[in-house]
């Protein structure tokens, strides 16, 4: 689906996602990245897991930020590893038989796809999946955007103190009037 029908204000949109929560189960949303299908389509859009029950079902939804399908992210879509490392199971045939391939974490960060199958409910809200309950999706009113639930960590920089900076500038100051002084005793 399109990103929009995951935390779009319309009247249809938040029905529809109320619907998928409370009358069916809604097991997860993977959301693909920019550009996975260019050149036909450039939006952003999402692959929504439910399974059609009319009676609930829903406890949580795991949610998992895919952003690397295997091929290059513009319009031409070029191969970013080899054939047999493409795809959510990667491998190779070998005598009539399927051999896996385990990706290195460098071939990992180009296809996430077989990264989404290792991973489900027990990564924490920093990771590129985790679950949200589903009382927590109600009091947000439906929205199913990934980023709407994502914790970002920030990490702590270290400035250096204010009136260390400004003795520093100072400094630098000095130096270029003496500089230009020495220019213009030159001329």
């Known amino acids: 689906v399109p990103d929009g029908v995951l935390f779009g204000s319309s009247t249809a949109h938040k029905a529809i ?3 998928l929560v409370e009358d069916h189960r809604l ?13 036909y389509a450039g939006v952003s859009t999402a692959i929504v897991l439910f399974t059609k ?3 609930g079902g829903t406890d949580r939804v795991w949610f998992y930020d895919c ?6 992210l513009d319009d031409k879509r070029n191969a970013l590893l080899p054939a047999s490392k493409i795809g959510p199971t990667p491998g190779h045939h070998e005598a009539g038989h399927f051999v896996n391939l ?6 990992l960060e180009k296809n996430n796809l077989p990264d989404i199958g290792a991973r489900w409910a027990e990564r924490l809200r920093t990771e590129q999946s985790f679950c949200v309950p589903k009382s927590e999706i109600a009091a947000a009113g439906y929205d199913l955007s990934i980023n709407r639930y ?4 920030h990490e702590a920089i270290e400035h250096r103190q204010p009136k260390e900076i400004v003795a520093e500038l100072k400094a630098l100051e000095k130096e270029i009037a003496e500089g230009l002084e020495e220019l213009e005793a030159m001329l």
């Open 67 to 72: 952003q690397a399908d295997g091929f290059s």
């Open 102 to 107: 385990t990706l290195t974490d460098e071939e």
């Open 27 to 39: 097991d997860g949303i993977v959301k693909l990245p920019p550009g996975v299908f260019r050149p």
């Open 150 to 153: 994502k914790e970002v960590v």
């Open 17 to 19: 996602r109320k619907m």
């Open 53 to 55: 029950t009319n009676s």
